[in-house]
């Protein structure tokens, strides 16, 4: 059965934010004959703000000084890191074990400024940085899926045809991505919890073996004393690891 959208149902999606939108839309795809209908696929708008957001943000913590392209980009970062929530299900995995494995990354992105932050260090970001949380994310080698994924994080991929913050793009699954902005905005608010039990680095299974290969490893020296990772836990197909200073 056919349900029509009227112009003044079009106008109020106007001010949704819905864009494409022309003329009568045919929600199940079914164009009668002589009518000037035009298929079009209505996206859903953004379940969250992400100005709102951003202002809560760094009212909680000052040092994070996020705009939202960096919000926008951060999330983009759980995503392709974690993976998606189809991509997930196909290997067993529930929503909310990904849900927990989007909160895992963006812990360790907490862990490492907030180790940072409170030993006056540069262990994850340059020195000449102003330390704010995008300069923990951007450090080399902090995420691979920046340089794997560069058409992603282009800053001109963050906003749509109006102007308006989008957390997706392309092809990028919606539910997927909003729940990695979901994630990023509860770990960074402090209300969701660290399941990395502190950790500052993680790698694949798929790397290596599915050992604790980093265990025991040195990571890096704090304060002339050797900083060593130790295996924390396994969160989807991720190990994470914490560093434990001063243990020769």
Same mark, same amino acid.
């Given at each position: 059965? +056919?349900?029509?959208?009227?112009?003044?149902?079009? $106008?109020?999606? *106007?001010?949704?934010?819905?864009s494409n939108?022309?003329?009568?839309?045919?929600?199940?795809?079914?164009?009668?004959?002589?009518?000037?209908?035009?298929?079009?696929?209505?996206?859903?708008?953004?379940?969250?703000? #992400?100005?709102?957001?951003?202002?809560?943000?760094?009212q909680i913590?000052?040092?994070?000084?996020?705009?939202?392209?960096?919000?926008? /980009?951060?999330?983009?970062?759980? &995503? /392709?890191?974690?993976?998606?929530?189809?991509?997930?299900?196909?290997? *067993?995995?529930?929503?909310?074990?990904?849900?927990?494995?989007?909160?895992?990354? %963006?812990?360790?992105?907490?862990?490492?400024?907030?180790?940072?932050?409170?030993?006056?260090?540069?262990?994850?970001?340059?020195?000449?940085?102003? $330390?704010?949380?995008?300069?923990? %994310?951007?450090? !080399?080698?902090?995420?691979?899926?920046?340089?794997?994924?560069?058409?992603?994080?282009?800053?001109?991929?963050?906003?749509?045809?109006? $102007?308006?913050?989008?957390?997706? @793009? $392309?092809?990028?699954?919606?539910?997927? #991505?909003?729940?990695?902005?979901?994630?990023?905005?509860?770990?960074?608010?402090?209300?969701?919890?660290? !399941?990395?039990? =502190?950790?500052?680095?993680?790698k694949t299974?798929? #790397?290596?073996?599915? =050992?604790?290969?980093? @265990? =025991?490893?040195? %990571?890096?020296?704090?304060?002339?004393? !050797?900083?060593?990772?130790?295996?924390?836990?396994?969160?989807? +197909? @991720?190990?994470? &690891? @914490?560093?434990?200073?001063?243990?020769?």
């Open positions: 059965m +056919n349900r029509k959208l009227s112009w003044s149902a079009l $106008g109020l999606l *106007g001010l949704l934010g819905l939108v022309t003329k009568c839309v045919d929600v199940n795809e079914n164009v009668s004959s002589g009518c000037l209908e035009e298929i079009v696929e209505i996206e859903k708008p953004q379940v969250t703000s #992400i100005e709102a957001d951003v202002e809560r943000l760094n913590d000052s040092g994070y000084r996020l705009t939202e392209e960096e919000l926008v /980009f951060l999330s983009r970062i759980l &995503y /392709f890191e974690e993976g998606t929530f189809i991509q997930k299900n196909k290997q *067993g995995l529930t929503k909310d074990d990904i849900q927990e494995g989007y909160e895992a990354i %963006a812990s360790v992105l907490l862990n490492r400024y907030e180790f940072d932050t409170k030993n006056n260090s540069h262990k994850f970001h340059r020195k000449k940085s102003n $330390g704010s949380l995008i300069t923990y %994310a951007k450090f !080399p080698y902090a995420f691979s899926c920046i340089k794997d994924r560069k058409n992603f994080f282009n800053p001109e991929t963050f906003k749509d045809d109006q $102007g308006n913050m989008v957390l997706k @793009h $392309g092809l990028m699954d919606s539910e997927s #991505i909003e729940g990695a902005y979901k994630a990023l905005v509860n770990v960074l608010s402090g209300e969701a919890e660290d !399941p990395t039990n =502190g950790a500052l680095f993680y299974k798929k #790397i290596g073996n599915e =050992g604790v290969v980093w @265990h =025991g490893t040195e %990571a890096f020296w704090l304060n002339r004393k !050797p900083c060593k990772r130790e295996w924390s836990n396994d969160i989807t +197909n @991720h190990q994470y &690891y @914490h560093v434990n200073c001063g243990v020769e």
